[in-house]
């Protein structure tokens, strides 16, 4: 008894969406609601959408907040008043391998649906060649394909887009696959990817 009141907040959230059997999650538990929503949509064009993702994707990322070797979005937690947890290395390093994967399952059944939001045709179609050029080779027919396990990226809100780009040229961010190409892009390559993105979004989801 003693060791289960010494336990955080986050495990008492992860725990409480276990079944009395000890059932894995059934749904997305609330700490990662919070954020993505339990249907692995965002609203906030900050945050990913993690609906449709393959479960290698998901489980890998995970485990890289876990591990502290992707940035942990500190100032993110700490600017939402809505999210208890302090980072999101704390939330991950609170579940196990079997939760994770779990949770990773969970995300891939759900249909993966494009951030609303406006876009530059005249950008993406700037957007569209860098994208042939530098990133077609991981994430085919337009960053849209989940079976490629690197991501769905066609929908995804452009301010997460653009934030991410800039962590990979910075090598703040791994893969080291990711870095170097994104070491050849400019500010402006980075915008218009993003646009490119949105565009294909709206377009295929």
Do not use: W
């Not at 954020?35 to 479960?55: F, K, L, M, Q, Y």
């Not at 962590?167 to 218009?192: C, F, V």
């Amino acid at each position: 008894m003693k060791n289960l009141f010494k336990r955080s907040r986050l495990t008492l959230l992860a725990a409480a969406m276990l079944a009395a059997s000890g059932a894995l999650y059934a749904e997305v538990p609330e700490v990662c609601a919070v954020c993505h929503h339990d249907n692995g949509i965002s609203t906030d064009a900050h945050v990913p959408i993690v609906a449709g993702n393959a479960v290698f994707f998901t489980e890998n990322q995970l485990f890289m907040f876990a591990e502290g070797t992707r940035s942990c979005a500190e100032d993110y937690f700490a600017s939402h008043d809505d999210v208890a947890a302090k980072d999101h290395c704390a939330v991950a390093a609170e579940l196990s391998e079997e939760q994770i994967t779990a949770i990773a399952e969970a995300f891939e059944g759900m249909e993966h649906v494009a951030f609303e939001q406006d876009c530059d045709v005249d950008l993406a179609a700037t957007g569209e060649g860098i994208h042939k050029a530098s990133c077609e080779k991981c994430h085919s027919d337009a960053g849209s394909v989940k079976d490629d396990e690197a991501g769905i990226l066609a929908g995804q809100p452009k301010a997460y887009i653009i934030a991410q780009l800039k962590h990979y040229r910075a090598d703040e961010r791994p893969p080291a696959e990711m870095q170097k190409p994104a070491h050849g892009l400019s500010d402006d390559d980075i915008t218009a990817l993003a646009e490119f993105y949105a565009r294909e979004g709206k377009s295929r989801f």
